[in-house]
């Protein structure tokens, strides 16, 4: 393979030119400005009568460059669409009153965010709070009298080492130097943590003071009420050392009136997402045993409303459970899982009988085919969702249970726009590996106007996590690539959720891996299908993608360039500053790193970087503090150490979300494009 060394002010060059809309790219394909055109549906709120759907419509403001929403109203028949909110701010968290004759929603339109309550039948609208930190989880009282929500308390901290004296009057000095005791100290896309918590609180419907309900250096989580109005239920770390001692979340339920807490489970590992069936009679969660391993398969447990009799009802359900919700006759719940690349939503009876009421879920993401959705059930059995197809963002969807009726698609919101833009078509295809009898699922985009008798360059583009999954969902990421005239391939390795447990926990303790066979096992393919020129051979992941990127390089020569996007590289560094990393040692390895360096620096890329000779470009947040810059910083000196061209791209305020933004969405792919066209021969 001929490796064309160019100069940095080229690329420059043709990163310039990549960045235009007009320069490359066909007017008729998906490019980067059309992200502003895109309307997508996030989370819906279905009406206590099934009657009506409140969703959430993000969109993407090309002046102030980032995300807006908006509250849309539509009849469950699709009829009488009508906008509830306008403007250039952010509207969600909807919750119906239990009459159905009131929403509540927190919106920044005041400048911080509020709770509001809007009187259905006349439009009339109140803010009824005024709060210095946003809200959130919020929930009415079965009466509906009163709105439960959860809000950071900031604590008072002061230096207990050092005595200083005070500046003058009118002097300017430096800002004081900021102590830091705790384990966790950072969080990606928050940055420095305040002290203080997250409590529970209790405000009138009408408005007034807010009353504080829990206390003590905890946070409470999960909060729901129970049937009678009489306690709240949240899950809770209220451990000692609950920072150093990550994945212990309790449930437990607090007296409103006394101020009386009782712990309800006691079993080592997280519990979360309470919720109280509707006769009073059990109560229903998620979570599993810890077994301290990076992946265990979320369960669903009930017990009685004392706690006892805890069972799981999904030990013969092979996939991760999550966002339960009872049915309003207490004998079943819904559910929200990942199958094969397919996120659904099922219904399980008490005695463990599944049965899948909805497909094709997706999230407004702007950036890679991730898993998620959301959904939302009636008393009557009615439900929305969010769905999603490859080539179209989510729109808004609904459907009956126990009913046959076939779902709908319920909105078109980018009708008009797709009519007129051309994006590349998406392929299933599945793979045998080349290790043992699993099988890998992947997915190939072909560019617009696609002729199988040409040859493409190829891009495989690994997703992060690493248990997490990609599946058949609309990603402008790709789809951007896939305009500029590349094929790209993006799998599901092993590792990956939504093929049961044992594939996903393969990689426990053993990442990376065999999940590097599996993803040359899947370019295999894609090449042997005809149209792929082998000269031009592109790799590229963030994240966990980033891993396995870093590590492909380094076990073979055959990708003509590499982008390795906010990547760890080196497990013994990482496991000690990343942002979790109390949760590392304890789970992804057996010992600390200083216990057993081996154990991290054999799975670690820096270990293969002596083999590297793919040129590579490093693309990370400057404000990443889940896989920190420091780790970009030492592949990069690595490879000029071994004379291999590379390029760091710092992408500034940036977390490790780096496509939080839009115009840092298509300057991440602009990049990544205009390296690989740097080295396509």
Do not use: C
């Amino acid at each position: 393979m001929l490796l064309r060394r160019q100069s940095i002010l080229s690329f420059i060059f043709l990163l310039i030119f990549s960045i235009s809309a007009s320069a490359q790219v066909d007017e008729s394909y998906f490019d980067y400005m059309d992200l502003f055109d895109l309307q997508m549906v996030g989370t819906p709120a279905i009406s206590p009568d099934g009657k009506t759907v409140i969703y959430e419509r993000h969109q993407f403001d090309a002046m102030t460059d980032r995300r807006f929403v908006n509250l849309w109203s539509i009849s469950f028949s699709g009829d009488n669409h009508i906008p509830l909110t306008s403007g250039t701010d952010y509207y969600g968290n909807v919750a119906w009153s239990p009459s159905g004759n009131r929403i509540a929603y927190t919106s920044s339109n005041e400048g911080s965010n509020q709770i509001f309550v809007r009187w259905m039948d006349s439009g009339a609208t109140s803010s009824i709070t005024n709060l210095t930190e946003s809200p959130g989880n919020i929930s009415w009282s079965p009466d509906g009298s009163r709105i439960l929500f959860s809000k950071f308390v900031p604590a008072s901290s002061s230096s207990r080492i050092a005595n200083l004296p005070s500046p003058p009057e009118g002097a300017k000095w430096e800002k004081s130097a900021v102590v830091i005791d705790k384990a966790v100290y950072r969080r990606d896309g928050g940055g420095y943590v305040d002290d203080g918590y997250t409590h529970l609180f209790l405000i009138s419907a009408e408005g007034g003071a807010p009353r504080q309900i829990t206390s003590g250096n905890y946070d409470y989580n999960d909060a729901t009420w129970t049937p009678d109005g009489q306690h709240i239920m949240f899950t809770s770390d209220r451990s000692d050392d609950a920072d150093l001692d990550p994945n212990n979340e309790q449930i437990y339920q607090i007296n409103i009136e006394s101020g009386e807490i009782t712990q309800i489970t006691d079993k080592r590992g997280p519990h979360g997402n309470p919720k109280i069936s509707p006769d009073g009679k059990l109560i229903a969660y998620t979570g599993y045993v810890d077994e301290f391993v990076g992946y265990q398969q979320g369960e669903l447990y009930i017990m009685n409303r004392d706690g006892s009799n805890q069972r799981s009802i999904s030990e013969d359900f092979d996939e991760s459970i999550s966002s339960i919700t009872w049915a309003n006759n207490s004998k079943s719940l819904f559910f929200r899982y990942d199958e094969e690349g397919n996120s659904k939503v099922g219904n399980i009876n008490l005695d463990g009988d599944i049965t899948s009421i909805a497909q094709n879920l997706g999230s407004p993401s702007s950036g890679r085919p991730y898993g998620g959705g959301s959904y939302s059930v009636s008393k009557n059995g009615r439900f929305a969702f969010s769905a999603i197809t490859t080539t179209r963002p989510t729109e808004l969807a609904g459907g009956h249970f126990p009913t046959k009726m076939a779902n709908r698609t319920l909105t078109d919101l980018n009708g008009e726009f797709f009519a007129s833009t051309k994006v590349g078509s998406t392929e299933e295809f599945w793979v045998e590996s080349s290790v043992d009898d699993f099988k890998v699922q992947g997915w190939i985009i072909t560019p617009p106007d696609f002729d199988p008798t040409k040859k493409y360059p190829m891009i495989l583009e690994i997703h992060g996590g690493p248990h997490t999954n990609y599946g058949s969902r609309f990603t402008p990421e790709l789809q951007f690539m896939a305009s500029r005239g590349y094929v790209v391939v993006y799998t599901n390795p092993r590792g990956s959720t939504s093929y049961g447990e044992e594939f996903a926990a393969y990689i426990n303790h053993n990442y990376p891996s065999e999940d590097h066979d599996d993803l040359m096992d899947a370019v295999d393919y894609v090449v042997d299908q005809g149209y792929i020129d082998e000269d031009n051979l592109f790799i590229t992941g963030g994240s966990g993608g980033g891993v396995l990127s870093a590590w492909a390089i380094g076990k073979t020569d055959r990708f003509s360039a590499a982008v390795v996007a906010k990547p760890v590289i080196n497990w013994f560094s990482f496991a000690l500053t990343a942002d979790g990393s109390p949760y590392y040692s304890k789970y992804w390895f057996t010992k600390k790193p200083w216990e057993d360096p081996d154990q991290y620096f054999e799975r670690s890329p820096i270990s293969l970087v002596g083999n590297v000779s793919t040129p590579t470009m490093l693309l990370t947040g400057e404000q990443d503090y889940r896989t920190p810059m420091s780790e970009t910083e030492q592949y990069y000196a690595a490879l000029k150490l071994q004379n291999v061209d590379a390029a760091m791209v710092r992408i500034q305020g940036s977390g490790h979300g780096i496509a939080g933004k839009p115009s840092n969405l298509f300057r991440k792919v602009a990049y990544i494009v205009g390296w690989f066209d740097m080295y396509k021969e």
